[in-house]
Nanobody
Framework: QVQLVESGGGLVQAGDSLRLSCAASGRTRSISVMGWYRQAPGKQRGLVAQIGRGGNTYYTDSVKGRFTILTNNVMNTVTLQMNNLKPEDTADYYC??????????WGQGTQVVVSS
């Protein structure tokens, strides 16, 4: 199994930056993809960014140019650097680790609130 612990959420103003971190433990060698999802009140959880073990990345359109996802060589940490935050970025952010088998693990989430 894989355990995930997020940190770094908080309350910021529009235009500010914030860095989210996710620490993975357990069977991290089985992880092939790590990503960040977010869920705003009343909305479905959606993918924000993800990174594969080979370094390939994906960003949803609304965060391109503002967010950067990074991981290390052993893929036991993933960070999401969020710049120029907007009120619409307000959500609970969740880290997800996906094994080669396709099975996914979720962290407990961290809240990001961006005031205008």
């Amino acid at each position: 199994q894989v355990q995930l612990v997020e940190s770094g959420g908080g309350l910021v103003q529009a235009g500010d930056s914030l860095r989210l971190s996710c620490a993975a433990s357990g069977r991290t060698r089985s992880i092939s993809v790590m990503g960040w999802y977010r869920q705003a009140p009343g909305k479905q959880r959606g993918l924000v960014a993800q990174i594969g073990r080979g370094g390939n990345t994906y960003y949803t359109d609304s965060v391109k140019g503002r967010f950067t996802i990074l991981t290390n060589n052993v893929m036991n940490t993933v960070t999401l650097q969020m710049n120029n935050l907007k009120p619409e970025d307000t959500a609970d952010y969740y880290c997800k680790a996906i094994e080669v088998s396709g099975y996914g693990y979720w962290g407990q989430g961290t809240q990001v609130v961006v005031s205008s």
